[in-house]
């Protein structure tokens, strides 16, 4: 430990000595009847000799005083959402801007009174930010997929808000579609513990792995909406759906990453966005040996190849991995791959249609 200088000692012998004033100020405010006043300064005075002229003890006052003149800045920082977490097999990665959240009907705001003495209410958002996940064929089978998007707010709250966007042809990426009907309404939205019930009025008439998928769909991105939520029971007009392959009785955990997930995101440059070069590309996934190989093409059909490098993310596990691409103003495709291990043919995993300024 560094010995104290004599600067250290001048600084705390100018705290002392506004410690000291700030007390005998506030007693000098106080008029207690009888003999309360001798006693309380008499209480200084014994408090100035035996403590406040014992170094640590006011090494321990200044602290406490720093503590709580910063202690709102740590709180607020501590509760700072926005800044993306790192990517793991139990967590999705979230690269979209801060969402808003829409009040259910027991978080309305009541009526407030003007100065004109008229009530009026805060009105609600008419719009809200959530996540909402889709599903694409890989070349294999049927995966899960995610798109952020800004839905209209729904009387159920955010839930019905994402899940009613989540029906029907919505998708930005036109290779995301949905197995929901869009005729499909949310009926009811009600929360106990970690298990939101989702009440619906239809639904998905499909095959077996294709079903399995829509309710992993919808509990993607209810859970995703609200991460307090770790099951999600479904209903259809308030009984549990009808289906010829499974039983959806009891509520539905979300099934592993590695068995629904799409196995490679493309996060960024998005559908459809306009970006500057050099382009900065995101993926985010798992695959063999980590390799993920993206490309680049531009033409009328996109077939030319342009560019062409590879990231390395995780095997077995997902997780995000970036690079840059400098390339020509105009109209691009970019597409991610990863190989069969058996005989390293390659395979795409996503796409994304971007525009470099």
Same mark, same amino acid.
Request: net charge negative; no cysteine.
């Given at each position: 430990?560094?010995?104290?200088?004599?600067?250290?000692?001048?600084?705390? /012998?100018?705290?002392?000595?506004?410690?000291?004033?700030?007390?005998?100020? @506030? &007693?000098?405010?106080?008029?207690?009847?009888?003999?309360?006043?001798g006693r309380i300064r008499a209480?200084? @005075?014994?408090?100035?000799?035996?403590? =406040? =002229?014992?170094?640590?003890? #006011?090494?321990?006052?200044?602290?406490?005083?720093?503590g709580l003149a910063v202690g709102?800045?740590?709180?607020?920082?501590? +509760?700072? /959402?926005?800044?993306?977490?790192?990517?793991?097999?139990?967590?999705?990665? +979230? $690269?979209?801007?801060?969402?808003?959240?829409?009040?259910?009907?027991?978080?309305?705001?009541?009526?407030?009174?003007?100065? *004109?003495?008229?009530?009026?209410?805060?009105?609600?958002?008419?719009?809200?930010?959530?996540?909402?996940?889709?599903?694409?064929?890989?070349?294999? %089978? #049927?995966?899960?997929?995610?798109?952020?998007?800004?839905? /209209?707010?729904?009387?159920?709250?955010?839930?019905?808000?994402?899940?009613? %966007?989540?029906?029907?042809?919505?998708?930005?990426?036109?290779?995301? *579609?949905?197995?929901?009907?869009?005729?499909?309404?949310?009926?009811?939205?009600?929360?106990?513990?970690?298990? &939101?019930?989702?009440?619906?009025?239809?639904?998905?008439?499909?095959?077996?792995?294709?079903?399995?998928?829509?309710? +992993?769909?919808?509990?993607?991105?209810? $859970?995703? $909406?609200?991460?307090?939520?770790?099951?999600?029971?479904?209903?259809?007009?308030?009984?549990?759906? !009808?289906?010829?392959?499974?039983?959806?009785?009891?509520?539905?955990?979300?099934?592993?990453? #590695?068995?629904?997930?799409?196995?490679? =995101?493309?996060?960024?440059?998005?559908?459809?966005?306009?970006?500057?070069?050099?382009?900065?590309?995101?993926?985010?996934?798992?695959?063999?040996?980590?390799?993920?190989?993206?490309?680049?093409?531009?033409?009328?059909?996109?077939?030319?190849?342009?560019?062409?490098?590879?990231?390395?993310?995780?095997?077995? @596990?997902?997780? %995000?991995?970036?690079?840059?691409?400098?390339?020509?103003?105009?109209?691009?495709?970019?597409?991610?791959?990863?190989?069969?291990?058996?005989?390293? !043919?390659?395979? @795409?995993?996503?796409?994304?249609?971007?525009?470099?300024?």
């Amino acid at each position: 430990m560094t010995p104290p200088t004599e600067r250290d000692g001048m600084h705390e /012998d100018m705290l002392e000595s506004r410690l000291r004033r700030a007390l005998n100020t @506030e &007693a000098s405010m106080v008029n207690p009847s009888g003999d309360g006043l001798g006693r309380i300064r008499a209480g200084i @005075e014994e408090q100035q000799t035996s403590i =406040w =002229w014992r170094r640590p003890a #006011l090494a321990l006052v200044a602290a406490a005083m720093v503590g709580l003149a910063v202690g709102g800045v740590a709180v607020a920082l501590g +509760q700072d /959402d926005n800044r993306p977490p790192v990517a793991s097999p139990t967590d999705e990665p +979230q $690269t979209s801007a801060p969402t808003t959240e829409a009040p259910s009907p027991s978080q309305t705001p009541s009526p407030t009174t003007s100065s *004109s003495g008229t009530s009026s209410t805060v009105p609600a958002p008419s719009t809200v930010d959530v996540p909402v996940y889709y599903v694409a064929d890989d070349g294999r %089978e #049927l995966r899960l997929y995610r798109e952020f998007h800004r839905a /209209d707010t729904h009387p159920e709250g955010k839930i019905a808000s994402a899940v009613t %966007e989540m029906f029907g042809d919505r998708a930005i990426d036109p290779d995301y *579609s949905s197995s929901w009907p869009a005729s499909t309404e949310v009926l009811s939205v009600s929360k106990s513990g970690g298990t &939101a019930t989702v009440d619906l009025s239809g639904f998905p008439s499909v095959g077996a792995d294709a079903e399995t998928k829509a309710v +992993q769909q919808l509990v993607y991105t209810v $859970t995703a $909406t609200d991460k307090a939520v770790k099951r999600v029971r479904l209903l259809v007009d308030g009984q549990a759906p !009808e289906s010829g392959h499974s039983d959806w009785s009891d509520p539905v955990a979300r099934a592993s990453m #590695l068995d629904v997930q799409g196995l490679i =995101w493309i996060l960024g440059p998005t559908q459809n966005s306009t970006v500057g070069s050099p382009v900065n590309v995101t993926v985010y996934g798992t695959a063999y040996e980590g390799n993920v190989t993206i490309k680049v093409f531009r033409g009328p059909s996109f077939d030319e190849e342009v560019a062409s490098t590879f990231v390395t993310t995780a095997m077995g @596990e997902f997780r %995000e991995a970036s690079t840059t691409i400098q390339l020509d103003p105009g109209r691009y495709a970019i597409r991610v791959y990863d190989e069969f291990g058996e005989n390293g !043919e390659l395979a @795409e995993r996503d796409s994304k249609g971007f525009t470099v300024k």
